[in-house]
């Protein structure tokens, strides 16, 4: 599909989004500055999350409504408090959609509630994204959808019959541009649960390029997604894990974004082919392999032992397997030490 003026999906470099998240801390200044680290880093696009705490959960004191899974970061916060803490407020997007035209990547977001589609349509967003943990909301999909516009879906916590029916209200809602990624929604997550080997069976169980939104810590999990044939990768970015940003904890800081996009792309292109044999960068390598020496002067007529031919390098003369086959022949004509065996010399 395409992304403004991107082609994504099979056979294109992977593309690399920067999710922003609430790692803006509160700071429009910090906004754009990730902004501006993404673009330096030579990502694709940031990303924001377009929602209000009110949007997402209720505003009570009641146990459903607090983190009570001891092993998560935010654990015993008050979900409401930090939604309203991660949120990207709305009067922000606008500077930040334009600080990233202004440095040629691309700026979109998930929304998470009707108006909010709405909102980014206006804003000129080239995409929309579908949060793992919105990919059961058929309606919400449906929606966004209808706007015309790509789509992303990302499905942590998905079954396979929830990742088709999400798809099926993509395609229901008119859209014709869509990429699901496989997604672990545990922050951060333990590599061992990332099970990069769905990748290459989602794309072909839904028939959709597939890629990866990723919350281990560094880079080598998204650099294996490559190899399984992941067309993008999403990725928390932080201008420092020190900085306290809500999701700061698994983000990558901006040097390590830049060591993600340049090795995503060396990725892609070792990839390459179903291939035997040398490569063109190869051939100078074949000289180096061993092969058949005389390696003591040898007469016209006498006959050819192991004192007088050895597998060595480099790789002029015949090849090694055919040792028994030389052994006992007769010299054609006298051969000094250090020349290539060949057929010609032997009767």
């Not at 000129?124 to 994204?129: H, N």
């Not at 990725?235 to 698994?250: E, M, Q």
């Not at 058949?292 to 007529?301: H, P, Q, T, W």
């Not at 051969?335 to 010399?345: D, F, N, R």
């Amino acid at each position: 599909m395409r992304i403004g003026n991107t082609q994504v999906g099979a056979g294109q470099k992977p593309y690399i989004i920067a999710e922003m998240s609430g790692n803006h801390d509160g700071s429009l200044d910090t906004a754009l500055a990730i902004v501006d680290a993404a673009a330096d880093a030579g990502a694709d696009a940031v990303k924001l999350q377009t929602f209000t705490a009110d949007s997402m959960t209720l505003d009570i004191d009641h146990p459903d409504f607090v983190i009570n899974n001891p092993e998560s970061l935010w654990y015993g916060r008050r979900i409401y408090d930090l939604y309203e803490e991660a949120h990207t407020p709305w009067e922000w997007h606008a500077p930040i959609f334009k600080r990233a035209r202004e440095r040629g990547i691309h700026c979109f977001s998930s929304p998470f509630s009707n108006d909010a589609v709405d909102f980014l349509v206006e804003l000129g967003a080239p995409c929309l994204k579908i949060a793992s943990l919105e990919s059961v909301d058929l309606g919400l999909i449906t929606y966004a959808a209808s706007s015309g516009l790509p789509m992303i879906i990302s499905t942590g916590l998905a079954e396979a019959s929830e990742v088709q029916e999400a798809i099926d209200a993509a395609r229901a809602g008119g859209c014709e541009d869509l990429i699901i990624l496989k997604c672990t929604s545990s922050y951060p997550t333990d590599p061992a649960q990332s099970h990069l080997r769905t990748i290459p069976d989602m794309r072909e169980r839904f028939g959709v390029d597939v890629g990866l939104s990723d919350h281990t810590l560094g880079i080598g999990v998204p650099l294996a997604a490559i190899a399984f044939g992941a067309v993008v990768v999403e990725k928390h970015v932080t201008l420092s894990r020190d900085g306290g940003g809500v999701d700061a904890a698994f983000s990558l800081e901006p040097s390590e974004l830049a060591t993600l996009v340049e090795e995503s792309e060396r990725a892609f292109r070792a990839i390459g082919s179903v291939h035997y044999g040398p490569t063109e960068g190869e051939q100078g390598a074949m000289l180096r392999r061993r092969s058949l020496y005389f390696v003591e002067d040898i007469r016209e007529g006498d006959v050819v032992t192991d004192k007088h031919v050895r597998s060595i390098r480099p790789g002029k003369g015949l090849a090694p397997k055919h040792l028994d086959e030389v052994l006992g022949k007769r010299a054609a004509r006298n051969v000094s030490l250090g020349t290539p065996v060949s057929w010609e010399l032997l009767d």
